[in-house]
């Protein structure tokens, strides 16, 4: 009976409670009157007006209730259940209008779960009205009225403490319900635009993510990804992944119950679902700016509990985050990760928050999700920037070998074919200026530990990122054939056909037979690019120079271009007759006859060898640096635009060759050619007590038979001018005593280099000779065994071997050198690989060898071979803009040619010079033939190309007399020279005279 004057909300709200006397029976359910339930509702979606009145009842009666629910009034307590239900059906069918009464259901609930919140039936209940609220809100309110803004944190609060709850006693059942009650309100809130359109999305997450991260502590790996597997397989809500694209009267609130008495209870594994269905969803729903936050908000809350040494739970997070985020902002994790790093990279001793953050890094870099969108050039140069302080710090940091992972990781996925190119052009530019310069912040000291650690560092980061591709895609395609037929997996690419000798088959295939065969996606690092880190090897400390060793020899086996290089099953270099055309046989041997990137990087190598093994002090010459040399090398140490950047830009002028590219800046670059030359200067003309030690003379052997091992050819014709010069300062060395040890070292790496030789060209006569030689040693080498280094990895450095004292005359290794010589010219090999007959090699390789020569040579490319293959631009092209007065944009498109020269080329040569030289034709157009293309495949680059025409007004055209054209024709050497008129003279001018070439001169304008 209602009171009289009773307004009409109120008797509608009352009427949906049952009398008082079946309140207490009204249970389990504690459900209102459903036909007045309906009218109310009914009431409210019409009266839109009313909402509030009847909010503000609601939270009346429930603050009330809950006060004497407190106390232990079972009535009460059955009262406010109803009114909860009552208050869940007001926002589920005013879902349009829920603004209005957002305000009161906020209040109720805060109040509710304030009174009672050890009631767990109480919190289901509050939970299930929180998640209507949550499903069918907009979340404008969320930041802007303070008062529910007040609310709802706190209320966020509250069940993510209910979501870690830990119970005092043995009832792990209870402790598991109530965690299930607290993480389903929380997946309320990661589905809801209360959480995503909010100014308020990083205080929420701060108390959100720290629930979900400790959850994720708390049970063990394998479950984990038990649980994940399951999320993909079914999702027991597919509202969640839609929520936010279908409307809002299409939406349905979830509802939560709780186990029923008697039933077994929940256990830790359905904790750890419902906590990666939230975890998941937050993630999936946030954008890049978002997960930056909530990455960030799990690293705060992995601070507070001391989470980072459960270093593989901090990975495996990194990991699902990585995974779970959009696929566009994927990158946030990372970078936020690198950022959090960088934080505390001054503390002096490493804690166990930055070994799990690399670790967390690797493991992000290193799974099978890819990341898009991400600098990979900024977190390079932030980790070789922390590695660089951390060596400053400490040089035996036990984060180091950590670090090394993390940017050996960023080649894991190559998302564009020049991504190793760049990211090692910037490694190689910072490895540089600290080889020179020492660590930021020290000076340089030949003893600086801190100078070597950090060299060592950056050259096993080097090595692991050249490596990551590779070892990422034979994982990939190994879990891709682990179920096919084993007999499909092999990978068939070797075919013999008999020949005369039936122990020396034919080898028809062209690459080596490999599992694990596959192009590969990216570009190879270029010789010009490592060739700037070759005095590496000849640096003052051992550990360095091993350590550069161990990445000298990967490089020489797995990423310098072979062109034309190759062997035999049996090791052994061989004609391919069937295999390779005359056209690309023809190619190749100019390629190694006149020389490539390949065969300049060789000259440099054998320059730097022979200062290891002579040199009496190793290093650098000592040169006090001017002001801007300082300035230039720290712009290199900080990756500042003048630094490491100058190696990727501008990649795609035509001005410069795709594998042009260099590490460091051509200022830097001249000054360390200038030492260099002063490192030349500085060598005994006669091998003296060098300081390199037992150990630099077994890794220069391991050195050579590497590179004649991988480049047969071009090591013939770069290192046996080579081994006959070391072999005369030797020679000269026999009558003095004194050096005995070192000179009979120095002849066995002399003697093995000509057993490898000999083994590889199938001359048995040297294989003998050498063996023979070999055989006088009493204890089999005089040389320690070479460091057993995995590269890419980082280890302890190696203590190096002396050379012993002179206390006993040890045997000569003695061998006849120009017999050898003779062996090898007439080997046939030999002869069909190079193409030349014995006496023209025979010349090529008695070429006196200096270390001056062989360093011009490395320096400088050969003209022989950029006019015959057609690398460069030809006269023709620089002569055409001068004489068409015109920006010809189409002239661009000449120097993008791969093709090979042929016997069309010359043809195509001769006829456009023939054209060219016709007086009919003086004030055309010049033709343009397949000459003027230039060919980039053989790792070079022009220093002549055209430039980019820029756009500029319109000027008169303007006609020119022969007597100017002829100026023009004399100056850039096209047309009669000496008085001679042959014209394939005229077509390769640089075959007749080497000499220098001049600029592009613009023809004389008339004023």
Known sequence: MHLPFTPNHVQLITACYPPSAALLTAGPDYRPNSQELSRLTYYA?????????????????????????????????????????????????????????????????????????????????????????????????????????KDYMSILDRFAQMSVVDSKSSDHEFRNRTRLVGLAALTGVVTSEALYSSTSFRSQVKKIVPALIMNIHDVEISVLENETAALKVKNTSPYMAEFRTRPTVERRAASIHLHKDGEKGPSSVDIAHANLRALSSLLDHSNGAQVSLVVQAALESLDDWKGWEQVNHCCWFARRATDWAQYQYRYAVPTRLVERLQEDQDVPVARPLHSALAAMITAVFTSPTPVVNLSTSDI??????????????????????????????????????????????????????????????????????????????????????????????????????????????????????????????????????????????????APEIWQDTLHVLCDESYAVRT??????????????????????????????PLAEGPVQQASNMIAMLYGDASTRFLHALHVYLYILMTARRLGTPSVTPSPARSAADNDLVNGSANGPSSATENRDSPTHSHHARRSISIPVRLRKQ????????????????????????????????????????????????????????????????????????VQEVLVKTWLCIGKI?????????????????????????????????????????????????????????????????????????????????????????TAESALSDATEPQSYYDALRGDGPSPRLKLAPALMHVENMSLQSLTRSTRGVGVTDLRDALEGRSSMSNPALVNKAPSISTLDHVSTSYGDSSSNRLAPSRSRPEKPKITSTPSEVRDVLNRLRIGKQNGAGNLLKASFPVLQKPETRSDTLNPPYKS
Request: proline share 6%.
């Open 45 to 149: 979606a019409n009266r839109p007006g009313k909402i509030q009145k009847l909010g503000s009842e609601l939270e009346k009666r429930m603050k009330g209730e809950s006060r004497k629910a407190q106390a232990g009034n079972s009535r009460s307590r059955a009262s406010l259940l109803i009114s909860l239900s009552i208050m869940r059906a007001l926002a589920t069918e005013c879902r349009r209008d829920i603004s209005l009464l957002t305000a009161s259901l906020m209040a109720s609930i805060e109040n509710t779960l304030a009174y009672l919140p050890t009631d767990l039936e109480v919190s289901a209940k509050v939970a299930t009205l929180f998640t209507a609220w949550t499903t069918f809100t907009d979340g404008r309110l969320i930041g802007v009225d303070s008062q529910v803004t």
């Open 380 to 525: 390079i140069s932030n980790l070789i920037t922390f590695i660089l302080r951390r060596a400053a710090i400490d040089p035996d940091d036990s984060l180091l070998p950590a670090l090394t992972k993390c940017i050996a990781s960023l080649g894991t996925h190559v998302y564009y074919s020049d991504q190793i190119h760049d990211l090692a052009s910037e490694l190689i530019s910072r490895l540089l200026s600290v080889e020179a310069n020492g660590v930021p912040g020290k000076d340089r000291d030949s003893g600086d530990r801190s100078r070597i650690q950090a060299v060592r560092c950056l050259l096993v980061g080097l090595v692991g990122l050249i490596k990551a591709p590779e070892k990422h895609d034979i994982v990939q395609e190994a879990e891709r054939h682990s179920s096919e037929d084993p007999s499909r997996n092999r990978a068939v690419t070797s075919t013999f056909i008999p020949s005369e000798d039936p122990q020396k088959p034919v080898r028809v295939s062209i690459e080596h037979a490999d599992e694990h065969t596959h192009p590969s996606n990216r570009t190879k690092l």
């Open 547 to 576: 350590e550069y060793v161990t990445a000298l020899l990967f490089y020489l086996q797995e990423e310098i271009p072979k062109r034309g290089e190759y062997t035999d099953y049996d090791g052994v270099r061989r004609l391919r």
């Open 674 to 745: 200038s030492m260099v030359q002063q490192m030349i200067d500085q060598l005994p003309t006669d091998l003296t007590s060098s300081a390199a030690t037992a150990s630099d003379y077994s890794n220069a052997l391991s050195t050579l038979t590497t590179l004649h091992e991988n480049l047969p050819v071009r090591g013939l014709l770069t290192g046996v001018p080579f081994l006959l010069h070391l072999g005369v300062v030797l020679q000269s060395q026999s009558e003095n005593t004194d050096l005995t040890h070192r000179v009979v070292i």
């Open 761 to 849: 060209w199938d001359c048995a006569d040297i294989v003998k000779m050498a063996e023979e030689a070999l055989s006088g040693i009493p204890s089999g080498s005089y040389l320690p065994k070479p460091p057993n280094r995995e590269p890419g990895v980082f280890t302890a450095p190696d203590e190096p071997a002396l050379i012993p004292g002179e206390s006993s005359q040890p045997p000569r290794v003695v061998i006849d050198r120009e017999q050898l010589l003779r062996m090898l010219v007439s080997n046939q090999n030999v002869l069909d690989a190079t193409g030349m007959d014995e006496q023209a090699l025979y010349r090529r390789l008695t070429a006196d060898w």
